[in-house]
Each structure stands twice: as C-alpha cells, then as structure tokens.
C-alpha cells in the first residue's frame, strides 16, 4: 500500500533561516506528488504539485521542492522563512487515481 | 466562488447521539470528497462522490457512517451512534472533471471539527 513519510514532526526556526522538510514515499509506479499548507485556522492550500518534467518544482510564496526518484523522495524547501510561514505541512501522494495519501504533518513555527 | 463551505464548523455531542455535517462545494465542481483528520495525522480518505454517485467509500468509513449527495450538490456526512473514536476534523472537498487530482488538486473547506464527549 502507498504511505507517505514525514519525519519532521515539529520544526521551530528564527526568520530568515532556511526550511527544509522532508517526504519519503512507498509506491513503485508513477505518482504525483504535492504539498499542501495548513495556516492556522484556515483550510488545506495546495503549495505546489509535480506530475513529470523538471524534478525541481517551484510553488507559491517562494517555495520549492524536489522529486528525487531514487530516494522516493519529494523535500519541501524554502532559503528563507518569515513568521507568516507558520503553518502545518502536509505531503501528498498519488497515483493518479482522486485518492490522496496524505502524510502525517510538519508543524512548522517561525520565530519574529 | 466563495470556496467550500463546510458547517458547522465546530460540533460538540454525547456518545451514542447522531451527528450530521454539511459541505456545499464550489459550485461548477462535480466531484465532492470527504477526509477525516484525527489529531497528529495527515487527513484520510472516506468517501467519493460523482455528481450524486457515490463512487468509493473507504474501509474507515463503518456502517454507522452515511454520505449523501442528492442531485450531485451539496454533500451530507452522518453519524450515528457516535462514540469517541470518531472525534476529529471533517474535511470536504471538490473538483471539477477538468481539475482532477492528477491536475491541479482540490479545493478543501476548512472542516467540521467533532467533539465526542
């Protein structure tokens, strides 16, 4: 069955600092993967999506990621947080199929 | 488009009472999706909707729970005899036949968060 690993469950960074989140996969076969952010009390918003082509995917509100198929890996990243960055992070995966197989969450906390 | 709307937004109930949540989705999306959200974990797929035909239900969806889209609009989550485990947040969403998941993701509401007491 797909699952999807987020090991970072919480992460408290000061403005400015670099993000990194990671997401690991099991699926043998042809996915999408995506990640979605949650701010506090609003609903899930979709950051960014990749499908195939350039591994190195670009998002809203200056995110990236980038989908390492050998390590089944798709790693959220931003160079430089601010305190409205504060949220929850979600990593998604499907194969194509309406289904998501959402990860567990990243609670991320910026610090002003 | 005013996004999803989900109500209530927070219900608190009794063990053993029947809860019903409401999502109305955007309005032009023909297919509706609902995901449960305990804490500490990603949300979960229960169920699918096609216009009114209910496509696919998951294994965590057990007979106490029912899913309706009449006339393929707004979409109707119950409950009944409601017990602890159920406790967590309701998420619905929608797409349209062109914006499947494989396109640009679904548009979610902002959930219906259950409180078994």
């Known amino acids: 069955a797909q699952s999807v690993s987020q090991h970072n469950h919480h992460v408290i960074l000061s403005e400015a600092a670099s993000l990194e989140l990671g997401c690991n996969y099991s699926?043998?076969?042809?996915?999408?993967l995506f990640w979605y952010v949650q701010y506090p009390g609003q609903h899930l918003q979709l950051l960014l999506k990749?499908?195939?082509?350039?591994?190195l995917v670009k998002g809203i509100k200056g995110f990236e990621a980038e989908f390492i198929k050998s390590k089944f890996s798709f790693n959220l990243r931003k160079p430089s947080v601010q305190w409205s960055d504060t949220a929850e992070y979600f990593c998604?995966?499907?194969?194509?199929?309406?289904?998501?197989?959402f990860g567990t969450g990243t609670r991320l906390k910026v610090l002003a | 488009d005013t996004g999803v709307s989900q109500n209530p937004r927070h219900k608190i109930t009794k063990r053993g009472q029947n809860v019903t949540f409401r999502c109305d989705p955007i309005?032009?999306?023909?297919?509706l999706y609902w995901y449960r959200q305990t804490l500490g974990q990603g949300p979960e797929f229960l169920t699918y909707?096609?216009?009114?035909?209910?496509?696919?239900k998951s294994r965590l969806l057990s007979d106490r729970f029912s899913a309706e889209r009449p006339k393929g609009s707004f979409s109707t989550l119950e409950i009944q005899r409601t017990e602890q485990g159920d406790s967590a947040m309701y998420l619905c969403?929608?797409?349209?036949?062109?914006?499947?998941?494989?396109?640009?993701?679904?548009?979610f509401g902002s959930g219906t968060r259950l409180t078994v007491v």
């Open positions: 699926y043998g076969g042809t996915v999408n």
């Open positions: 309005s032009e999306h023909n297919r």
């Open positions: 909707f096609q216009n009114e035909a209910q496509l696919e």
């Open positions: 969403a929608s797409s349209s036949r062109g914006q499947g998941v494989s396109n640009y993701g679904y548009t």
């Open positions: 990749y499908f195939s082509g350039d591994p």
């Open positions: 998604a995966v499907t194969s194509g199929t309406y289904k998501y197989i």
